[in-house]
T-cell receptor
């Protein structure tokens, strides 16, 4: 969706390094989500935020951190504590009412 | 707890033939149901949703889905598949009881391969 921007598209990191993935939206939605997708697999929820300055852990939060200081931004940090960080990361916003998600184009992280 | 099952990892169909991708769900309250499509190295694209009303829902790119409450299913269909429909398809559910919150639960995905 054009209103949700994830960057970078591709990222390489060495083991032991933290890396931050950016997610920005100009659609004025309160709720934002981060998912992880591994090859040939479904989506697993990392963190989500229903409103500014508040966020909750999802199913696989260990080794990740987030912040929500602005409505437009929900960055995800993959820390060195994440044992297997190589994956495709997807950010989404959620509409109010029916609650469908709209996704960004994703960020592919590869740990060398 | 809400859950979604997509029983087929892959569906193969010839171009021009009907396409069906299966989805069953489990919720405590009433469901909101969604279908998404994903092309390689891209985000998920929203196809359609069922909220209430008519059991046959029409969506983008000629896709439709049929809600069946008694069978707790929400199968995705397309009358005549195109090679360009080859992609990964995800079903998702949102349980509308208050305790479930706003999260969607996704199925594991079904890969569709349309052969010329």
């Amino acid at each position: 969706d054009g209103g949700i921007t994830q960057s970078p598209k591709y990222l390489f990191r060495k083991e032991g390094q933290n890396v931050t993935l950016s997610c920005e939206q100009n659609l004025n939605h309160d709720a934002m989500y981060w998912y992880r997708q591994d090859p040939g697999q479904g989506l697993r929820l990392i963190y989500y935020s229903q409103i500014v300055n508040d966020f909750q852990k999802g199913d696989i939060a260990e080794g990740y951190s987030v912040s929500r200081e602005k409505k437009e931004s929900f960055p995800l940090t993959v820390t060195s504590a994440q044992k297997n960080p190589t994956a495709f990361y997807l950010c989404a916003i959620q509409t109010s009412g029916t609650g469908e998600l709209f996704f960004g184009e994703g960020s592919r992280l590869t740990v060398l | 707890a809400q859950s979604v099952a997509q029983p087929e990892d892959q569906v193969n169909v010839a171009e021009g033939n009907p396409l069906t991708v299966k989805c069953t769900y489990s919720v405590s309250g009433n469901p909101y149901l969604f279908w998404y499509v994903q092309y390689p190295n891209r985000g998920l694209q929203f196809l359609l949703k069922y909220i209430t009303g008519d059991n046959l829902v029409k969506g983008s790119y000629g896709f439709e889905a049929e809600f069946n409450k008694s069978q707790t299913s929400f199968h995705l269909k397309k009358p005549s598949a195109l090679v360009s429909d080859s992609a990964l398809y995800f079903c998702a559910v949102r349980d509308m009881i208050k305790a479930a919150g706003n999260k969607l639960t996704f199925g594991g995905g079904t890969r569709v391969l349309v052969k010329p």
